[in-house]
């Protein structure tokens, strides 16, 4: 990994472009960036295992409730 030293795409100007490219149409250009613009997206900004807990919980009181009341019978 780079200290801050010397960079030549720096010096040619690639990262300033790329950094353009990426402000103008949203879409970050690094494979990590969009892994977490897609995630961000999917959660909606939460942890993925709340949000499916929040689900889960919900579900699995509606079939106790089936089940006590002899719904399945």
Request: hydrophobic share 40%; glycine share 20%.
């Amino acid at each position: 990994m780079n200290k801050g030293g010397f960079s030549w795409k720096r010096l040619v100007g690639i990262t300033r472009v790329k950094s353009s490219i990426s402000r103008s149409t949203g879409i970050p250009l690094t494979k990590s960036g969009r892994q977490r613009k897609i995630g961000k997206a999917i959660t909606g900004g939460g942890c993925l295992v709340m949000i499916m807990i929040g689900g889960l919980v919900p579900l699995l009181i509606t079939i106790g409730i089936f089940m006590l009341s002899g719904f399945g019978e």
